[in-house]
Every structure is written in structure tokens, then in C-alpha cells.
């Protein structure tokens, strides 16, 4: 059973920054990708970055409301990504989830909460 568990969360004035982590029980990049999402309250879960590593398709993508701001790595050795935020806004404000996707299948962590407060 994959296990990905997401830290770093936390309370952060408008301007900081915060960096996430998503440490998965096995091979980070035995999985074709690996991403994160976000979900505001009463909002849609949505897509904040994504680092694809399949036969098909390699990259690194980013929504549009954080491009530039923020940024998604590996560390292969500690299995584990990571999520840099910065120049954080109260938009952000957030439950943010780690995903990997492999074989058809989609794990997710148990959510890191982020506040921003203006």
C-alpha cells in the first residue's frame, strides 16, 4: 500500500513563504507522476503542480495562479517532494494534498493545511 504523508503546513503572513513535503513509502519516481492539488474552503480541489515521469511524457507544469511563485522538486534519495511557496497570498489559503498517480492508480496524502493571513 503507497503511503505519501504531506508536512510543512502551517500559519504565514501575506509575502512569506512555506515549504511543503510529501514523503512516499516507496521510489518517488517509480510513479509516473507526482503532484500537488489544493482545496479552499466550499472551492473545487484544483491542480497546483505537477512533475510528470512516465514513457509517455516528462515536465513540470504549473497552474497559472502560481507560476513563478511557486515551485515543485524531488529528492529521489529521501523519496519525498517538495513544494516551494513563496510570495504567499490570503488566495492561497488552503488544504494542500500530495498525489502520485502509477499503473492507473491515484494515492493521495491526508492534506497539509496552509493559512495566510492579509
Known amino acids: 500500500q503507497v503511503q505519501l504523508v504531506e508536512s510543512g503546513g502551517g500559519l504565514v503572513q501575506a509575502g512569506g513563504s512555506l515549504t511543503l513535503s510529501c514523503a512516499a513509502s516507496?521510489?518517488?519516481?517509480?510513479?509516473?507522476?507526482v503532484g500537488w492539488y489544493r482545496q479552499a474552503l466550499g472551492k473545487q480541489r484544483e491542480l497546483v503542480a505537477t512533475f510528470t515521469n512516465s514513457h509517455i511524457s516528462r515536465g513540470i507544469d504549473y497552474a497559472d495562479s502560481v507560476k513563478g511563485r511557486f515551485a515543485i522538486s524531488i529528492d529521489n534519495a529521501k523519496n519525498t517532494a517538495f513544494l516551494q511557496m513563496n510570495s504567499l497570498n490570503p488566495e492561497d489559503t488552503a488544504v494542500y494534498y500530495c498525489?502520485?498517480?502509477?499503473?492507473?492508480?491515484?494515492?493521495w496524502g491526508q492534506g497539509t493545511q496552509v493559512t495566510v493571513s492579509s
Open positions: 516507496k521510489n518517488i519516481f517509480s510513479f509516473d507522476s
Open positions: 498525489t502520485a498517480r502509477q499503473w492507473g492508480n491515484t494515492y
